[in-house]
Nanobody, 119 residues
Framework: QVQLVESGGGLGQAGGSLRLSCAASGRTLSGYPMAWFRQAPGKERDLVAGINWNDGSTYYAISVKGRFTIYRDNAKQTEYLQMNSQKPEDTAVYYC????????????WGQGTQGHGSS
């Protein structure tokens, strides 16, 4: 079983910054944390940022592109989401997603950490 522990959430004013982390442990084998999702109150879960398995390129939701950065420390099995220039719309619970192998979906999820982007 893969354990994903998210941290770094908290209060952030508009224009402020937060960095979320996701540490993977357990039977990670050859898998890695690959993406961040978020879910705001009354809304569906949305993909925020991800890392392409094939080439390591990153991709982002339009709403966060240019403000957020996803990156990973492969040796430490830790994924980060740097959130800059926060907006009120960024307030949500953020979830780390883990992919066990190339052709799998998102197999494991963290419990979520609260991010705030208040005005």
């Amino acid at each position: 079983q893969v354990q994903l522990v998210e941290s770094g959430g908290g209060l952030g004013q508009a224009g402020g910054s937060l960095r979320l982390s996701c540490a993977a442990s357990g039977r990670t084998l050859s898998g890695y944390p690959m993406a961040w999702f978020r879910q705001a109150p009354g809304k569906e879960r949305d993909l925020v940022a991800g890392i392409n398995w094939n080439d390591g390129s990153t991709y982002y939701a339009i709403s966060v592109k240019g403000r957020f950065t996803i990156y990973r420390d492969n040796a430490k099995q830790t994924e980060y989401l740097q959130m800059n220039s926060q907006k009120p719309e960024d307030t949500a619970v953020y979830y780390c997603a883990f992919k066990r192998r190339r052709y799998s979906g998102y197999d494991d999820w963290g419990q979520g950490t609260q991010g705030h982007g208040s005005s």
